[in-house]
């Protein structure tokens, strides 16, 4: 079975704060994705990153950065210096191997001023 | 920029209703995808299509059908609407030969079924 999980519901952080988004996720494939998506109110989804499973470099881009471990299934989001604008809701995205994404239930991120 | 359009951002249907949510990419994708999106259950995969007239069910098909009869328009159909299907629904396209970006997000619809 093929799965993600964000157990963080909602995060509320001050500005300026570090914050961790966590990321777990099940597969049996061998080749996979997985993606971050950021939906502000607007309601479109955002993409941030995507990252294949043979590729386990952190990548930092700006605040921006991202842990992925396949020895414990995870790729988490830390934004550095969180400001109001990064509140959203963010979602973690497996894509199986017959093209479909699975979506975690995403983490709403509250950053107030 | 690839665009993906949802006809309406927001809509009001009655129970019973049959209801027609369509979804417009302007960019020749193969893939195309609809989601329904719940607080605390993310996003979830009704149907999907991976080419002009060919369709898959996701994880939760029932009381939906789509329509895929032009690469460009995939349509989604409430053939009787019920409460239980209000919701946000996010159409989605993706472009087979890249794998860098993947998928195109439309804005949403947000329907409530009274």
């Known amino acids: 079975a093929q799965k993600v999980t964000q157990a963080q519901t909602e995060i509320s952080v001050v500005e300026k704060e570090d914050v961790t988004l966590d990321c777990v996720y099940e597969t049996r494939d061998t080749t996979y994705y997985l993606f971050w998506y950021k939906q502000p109110p607007s309601g479109e989804l955002v993409f941030l990153i995507r990252?294949?499973?043979?590729?386990?470099q952190n990548e930092i881009s700006g605040r921006y950065s991202w842990n992925f471990q396949k020895s414990t299934s995870s790729f988490n989001f830390t934004i550095t210096a969180s400001q109001v604008v990064d509140s959203a809701v963010y979602f973690c995205?497996?894509?199986?191997?017959?093209?479909?994404?699975?979506f975690g239930q995403g983490t709403t991120l509250q950053v107030k001023p | 920029d690839v665009k993906v359009t949802q006809s309406s951002r927001y809509l009001v249907k009655r129970t019973g209703e049959k209801v027609f949510l369509e979804c417009v990419q302007d960019m020749d994708h193969e893939n195309m995808f609809w989601y329904r999106q719940d607080p605390g259950l993310g996003l979830r995969l009704i149907y999907f299509s991976y080419d002009v007239k060919m369709k898959e069910k996701g994880d939760i098909p029932e009381g939906y059908s789509v329509s895929r009869e032009k690469k460009e328009r995939f349509s989604l159909i409430l053939e009787s609407a019920s409460t239980n299907q209000t919701s946000m629904y996010l159409c989605?396209?993706?472009?087979?030969?890249?794998?860098?970006?993947?998928?195109?997000f439309g804005s949403g619809t947000r329907l409530t079924v009274v």
């Open positions: 990252r294949n499973s043979f590729d386990e």
């Open positions: 995205a497996l894509r199986s191997n017959t093209g479909k994404l699975i």
């Open positions: 989605a396209s993706r472009f087979t030969g890249t794998q860098t970006y993947g998928y195109t």
